[in-house]
């Protein structure tokens, strides 16, 4: 899950002054939820393929969780990514780190309006029993919870 980390330790521990601090910026995003998706895309992933099924991961993102996701789910065989963001309301750092992936299994949208509005489509897509008889759907927002 760590292959593409640029740092052989993955979290190295520097020490600065009496301090040792965790640099969690190594992943292929430079974020730190680049760790919890390469583990969690890769796990979805592996049971879906197990099952003999597709899976669908939907995200809305205003930062770091639509580029850490896309990242993870790049190239992976069961699993696929729709990921939406707000036009003009992320860097252009991470609308790049997104619209410039280029994996089948990677599709990315912008949309007008704020980053909550995706919330409830999102919600609704992904309890539809007519999507979920033909893959597994599941998101890694809060709506999960």
């Known amino acids: ?6 740092h052989t330790d993955v979290v190295p521990v520097v020490k600065v002054g009496r301090l040792h601090v965790a640099e969690l910026f190594h992943g292929p995003t430079y974020a730190f939820k680049d760790f919890g998706q390469q583990v969690l895309c890769r796990l979805i992933d592996y049971f879906a393929a197990k099952r003999g099924r597709k899976a669908l991961l939907l995200v809305s993102t205003t930062g770091d969780t639509g580029p850490a996701a ?10 696929e990514i729709v990921c939406f963001y707000p036009q003009g309301q992320i860097s252009e750092l991470q609308e790049r780190q ?21 919330d ?10 007519a999507l979920k008889e033909s893959r597994e759907v599941s998101s890694v927002n809060s709506i999960n919870v």
């Open 1 to 6: 899950a760590f292959a593409t980390f640029s």
């Open 70 to 79: 896309i990242r993870a789910v790049q190239g992976l065989g069961a699993l």
């Open 98 to 118: 997104m619209i410039t992936v280029d994996s089948p299994n990677v599709r990315v949208y912008a949309f007008e309006g704020d980053g909550d509005d995706m």
């Open 120 to 129: 409830a489509p999102i919600k609704s897509v992904s309890t539809d029993s």
